[in-house]
């Protein structure tokens, strides 16, 4: 079982930036895979951002690529994305999620075996 649990959003002006964070618990979080996604009002969920289990790679949506910043630290079992040069179309839900079948940067929704309860940010313009 692994828990997932997101903080840091908020509301934040057009332009400018947040750091979202996700701090894991219970197996062992160097071992996998990490991603980010996010659900817009009416919408599906989409793929924002992934992290392989070393922080050797990393693989971003077309939307965010040069925005967004993935990262994560191992010793505190935590994953980051750094969000500047917010637009209002980044308003979402932000989920982070764990896949624990595969050592690929993978970017589907079902591919992810667990998530948080997400973090809201809101782009105003």
């Known amino acids: 079982q692994v828990q997932l649990v997101e903080s840091g959003g908020g509301l934040v002006q057009a332009g400018g930036s947040l750091r979202i964070s996700c701090a894991a618990s219970g197996r062992t979080f160097s071992s996998y895979v990490m991603g980010w996604f996010r659900q817009a009002p009416g ?54 999620a764990a896949d624990l079948g595969s050592m690929r940067l993978r970017t589907k929704v079902r591919e992810y075996d667990y998530w948080g309860q997400g973090t809201q940010v809101t782009v105003s313009s």
């Open 43 to 96: 919408k599906e969920r989409e793929f924002v951002a992934a992290i392989s289990w070393s922080a050797g790679s990393t693989y971003y949506a077309d939307s965010v690529k040069g925005r967004f910043t993935i990262s994560r630290d191992n010793a505190k079992n935590t994953i980051y994305l750094q969000m500047n040069s917010l637009k209002p179309e980044d308003t979402a839900v932000y989920y982070c």
